[in-house]
């Protein structure tokens, strides 16, 4: 059964950076993607990028080009999004979603977690 | 990419059957099979619901169903309950190899 625990809330300011873990258990880490989608408050879900925990590979949606990171730590299993150069319009839930390989689905998903910008 | 287009809302009384489109392009819906559809209810991460235009993984009730015409796809919920109210959400693997989702749709079971 796999399963996705996120980091906390977090709380930032305008322009700083924040950094989002999800920890996989229950498969073999490296053989599956693993995507980060976000959901701002009252909206919908927002597709933000992939990474392959294998070679470490990314790929990322134009509208964050240039502000996100996507990278993982094959030793403990976790997957990180970084996003950097906060603004309000960031406030969101940050979801990690699964996907195995030669599958186009996303599950499960992480809990998610609150990233609140705030001055 | 632009999201893919769902109604807003829709509701139904319990039984009755409902359907909910999501229009994309030949970029993405129309292009590929690789349509899904996701359950969330309040405060909860999304559910996959249908997965390849009108898979169920299992333990999805059977009550839930999908299908696509050109570059629209619809999720249909026969039989409605109460514990169906929720928003809804597709989304669809892209010719760019990216993904995208639809704006969502609130259900409301009357």
């Known amino acids: 059964q796999v399963q996705l625990v996120q980091s906390g809330a977090e709380v930032k300011k305008p322009g700083a950076s924040v950094k989002v873990s999800c920890k996989a258990s229950g498969y073999t880490f490296t053989s599956y993607y693993m995507h980060w989608v976000r959901q701002a408050p009252g909206q919908g879900l927002e597709w933000m990028g992939i990474?392959?925990?294998?070679?470490?590979?990314?790929s990322y949606a134009q509208k964050f080009q240039g502000r996100v990171t996507m990278t993982r730590d094959t030793s403990t299993s976790t997957v990180y999004m970084e996003l950097s150069s906060l603004r309000s319009e960031d406030t969101a839930v940050y979801y990690c979603?699964?996907?195995?390989?030669?599958?186009?689905?996303?599950?499960?998903w992480g809990q998610g977690t609150l990233v609140t910008v705030s001055s | 990419q632009s999201a893919l287009t769902q109604p807003a809302s829709v509701s139904g009384s319990p039984g009755q059957s409902i359907t909910i489109s999501c229009t994309g392009t030949s970029s993405d819906v129309g292009g590929y099979n690789y349509v899904s559809w996701y359950q969330q209810h309040p405060g909860k991460a999304p559910k996959l619901m249908i997965y390849?235009?009108?898979k169920r993984p299992s333990g999805v009730s059977n009550r839930f169903s999908g299908s696509k015409s050109g570059n629209t796809a619809s999720l249909t919920i026969s039989g409605l309950q109460a514990e169906d109210e929720a928003d809804y959400y597709c989304s669809s693997y892209t010719s760019s190899s990216t993904w995208v989702f639809g704006g969502g749709t609130k259900l409301t079971v009357l």
């Open positions: 979603a699964y996907q195995q390989l030669v599958r186009n689905w996303f599950d499960p």
């Open positions: 390849d235009v009108s």
């Open positions: 990474i392959n925990p294998s070679g470490g590979s990314t």
